[in-house]
Each structure stands twice: as C-alpha cells, then as structure tokens.
C-alpha cells in the first residue's frame, strides 16, 4: 500500500479531501480538572485560536458554564448552536435568563427523540413557551442525535466551540469537553446542524412538526 505521507511527514503525497493537522505545542496549563462549572468559566477566557481540554466530575453542570461564560465575560452571542441528547427544566432557564438579559440574539437547540419521547407533555412545551419568544430567533430540532456541541459567534467575532461527551445537564458521571476558538471547526459542525435543522425543525415548518402536535394532543385528550 503506498504511503500518505512522505518521508518528512510535512507533506502529502498526492492531493486528498484530508486535511493534514496543525501542529501545536500543548502546555500543561491546557489540561484542567474542574468540579464546578462556573469556576471553570471565571477561570477560562478564550482568546483567538486557543484550546481547553478538561476533565469535568459528576456535579459539573455544562449548562451553568454556558451562562456563566457570557456573564463573566459580557460576551454577546449573535448566534448559538447546542445539540444535546437531553437537558434539565433549570438548563431551559438558564438559557431564557440570557436571552431575556440579550445576550443571545439567535438560537438553534438539537435535542433527541430520546428526549421527546420522556418530555413531549414537560419539557417540550416549556422549551416552547420560555425559547420561542419575540426576543430570539428561536428553532428547536428534534432528531435521532447524541451530539454534545455547544458553539457561538460573539459579536467580537470568536468563534467558540464547546464539545465532549457532556450533555447540558448534569449526569453525575464523570465527563470530558473541550472548548476552543475555532472558526474552521465551528463551520463544520454547523454546516451539519444547518443540514439536520432544515429537515427536522419544529418551528414554522418541518417534517415532525405535525406530528409533534397531534401526539401531544391526542394525549390530552385521552
């Protein structure tokens, strides 16, 4: 079988879709051990092209770091992207507190049909009633998913992305995340969820959308 790389490994051998990767020294400082979701964020302020990688323990809650982000740091988030497979009555909260504050002005939330399946009389209808308001570009995606990604573009223009085995919730597992300022991996992952949005949202239009209601219906009528 012919090589990929040559022999100095700095090139390929012929042209490829795969992209080579960069190299970056990793300091000690990069890797962290966190029990406290927003100690993490008073502690972790993203510059461009920096990375985190960190171990998380069974009381991290990632959708407290999400809003203590913002808030430590007033970062004002012109759009946001989470897919989860599931999250918390006090995650939806969290998440209304920041748009209500403005600082999301756009957000799309991914959420397994996992989710639904346990939530579609709970959580649905309260992620409908606390999200979809005048004050935010709200859609809400159910789909088979078990991504855990959580990435926004600040006004400044970063590009931060936030992904690991973690779920909005706390699951009282030990987790890890990693979160960095990147464009070029923030375009991919949204490329994709852009993608599955289109086919499977809730809002205005979609496949399930129907589908979502009558069930929802039907159940309270019986």
């Given at each position: 079988m012919q090589a990929l790389f040559r022999s100095d490994a700095d090139e390929y051998d012929y042209d490829t879709k795969y992209l080579k990767p960069k190299r970056r020294e990793c300091k000690a400082a990069d890797f962290v051990c966190y029990d406290n979701a927003v100690a993490?964020?008073?502690?972790?302020?993203?510059?461009?092209?920096?990375?985190?990688?960190?171990?998380v323990g069974g009381n991290f809650i990632f959708g407290d770091f999400i809003e203590a982000y913002l808030t430590t740091y007033n970062v004002?988030?012109?759009?946001?992207?989470?897919?989860?497979?599931?999250?918390?009555?006090?995650?939806?909260?969290?998440?209304?507190?920041?748009?209500?504050?403005?600082?999301?002005?756009?957000?799309?939330?991914?959420?397994s049909v996992y989710f639904y399946a346990h939530e579609r009389s709970v959580l649905i209808p309260y992620i409908y009633s606390k999200l979809d308001t005048s004050e935010c570009d709200f859609q809400l995606t159910i789909t088979d998913i078990h991504c855990k990604i959580a990435q926004f573009k600040t006004l400044g223009g970063k590009s931060i992305v936030c992904h690991g085995s973690a779920n909005l919730r706390s699951s009282g597992n030990i987790e890890q995340i990693t979160l960095e300022e990147n464009k070029p991996l923030y375009d991919f992952y949204a490329q994709y969820l852009?993608?599955?949005?289109?086919?499977?949202?809730?809002?205005?239009?979609?496949?399930?959308?129907?589908?979502?209601?009558?069930?929802?219906?039907?159940?309270?009528?019986?």
């Open positions: 993490l964020a008073k502690q972790l302020k993203l510059k461009e092209g920096e990375r985190c990688d960190a171990i004002k988030c012109v759009e946001m992207k989470i897919a989860t497979l599931s999250l918390s009555q006090e995650n939806i909260d969290s998440l209304a507190n920041l748009i209500s504050h403005g600082y999301i002005d756009k957000l799309s939330m991914f959420v852009n993608k599955v949005e289109e086919e499977y949202k809730t809002i205005k239009k979609g496949i399930r959308a129907k589908q979502a209601w009558q069930i929802m219906t039907k159940n309270n009528e019986s």
